[in-house]
């Protein structure tokens, strides 16, 4: 079954140098429904109003990280499975196991190409067709 390409995507990160970037990349692959939020607590707000179908997120913000965000999204049974990709430069293993027990679905390291998110999301969402 082919991704709906129309589904709300959130975008989270700190720099919108960042958030313009991603944006791009997923507007390349078909998406049509790109959401931003510059840190995690207005993130979160957007979340509680808003259903996502996937939410890409930096690691390294403030006040909230990255990893915070994700726990109180999956603490949430209503976002409890969206799925969610850390965007980040941190490559310490330490990170990705934290993430993973956090409930990441999957992980991308900064730099990346439209190739490695398009590869990553199809992991995560399925054919991106």
Do not use: C, H
């Not at 975008?11 to 970037?21: A, E, F, G, H």
């Not at 979160?44 to 994700?70: A, H």
């Not at 196991?97 to 398009?118: D, E, M, W």
Request: no cysteine; charged share 25%.
């Amino acid at each position: 079954m082919a991704v709906d390409k129309n589904m709300p995507v959130l975008v989270v990160d700190d720099y919108k140098t960042m958030i313009r970037i991603v944006r791009g990349l997923l507007e390349q692959l078909g998406f049509k429904n790109v959401d931003e939020a510059m840190d995690g607590p207005s993130a979160l707000e957007k979340i509680r109003n808003q259903e996502y179908g996937l939410i890409l997120s930096d690691w390294n913000m403030v006040p909230m990280t990255g990893l915070e965000l994700l726990t109180q999204v999956r603490a949430e049974p209503r976002t409890a499975k969206t799925p969610f990709v850390m965007v980040t430069a941190e490559a310490k293993t330490e990170n990705v196991v934290a993430a993973r027990q956090a409930g990441v679905n999957n992980y991308i390291i900064k730099p990346f190409t439209l190739a490695v998110l398009k590869q990553k999301l199809t992991t995560v969402l399925g054919e991106l067709g």
